[in-house]
Nanobody, 127 residues
């Protein structure tokens, strides 16, 4: 059974920080890349960041560049998202996702290219 489990969400004031974690197990643990997406109330799911174990590098959405940092442990199949300088507009449910197999033309910013998804963790930025 494939599983991704997120943790680390919560309530934080504007300008604050949170660190999200995502641990993969089962079939999801044999992934070649992991990513973070988010869905704010009333909005579509959007790409946040991704990290590849196969040389495709690290990617960020423009809205989080310079504020968020993705990292990971390939051996543990765990990824982290350090979020600094949080803003009201960062409020969303954050989802971890994993790619099982490399495919020609894969785009780590596209949700449809991911094979496994976590249940999500709520991040609320409010004063």
């Amino acid at each position: 059974q494939a599983q991704l489990v997120e943790s680390g969400g919560g309530l934080v004031q504007p300008g604050g920080s949170l660190r999200l974690s995502c641990a993969a197990s089962g079939r999801a643990a044999t992934n070649i890349a992991m990513g973070w997406f988010r869905r704010a109330p009333g909005k579509e799911r959007e790409f946040v960041s991704a990290i590849s174990w196969s040389g495709a590098g690290i990617h960020y959405a423009n809205s989080v560049k310079g504020r968020f940092t993705i990292s990971g442990d390939n051996a543990k199949k765990t990824t982290y998202l350090q979020m600094n300088g949080l803003r009201h507009e960062d409020t969303a449910v954050y989802y971890c996702a994993a790619v099982a197999y490399i495919a020609a033309g894969i785009d780590l910013s596209v949700a449809g290219d991911y094979d496994y998804w976590g249940q999500g963790t709520q991040v609320t930025v409010s004063s």
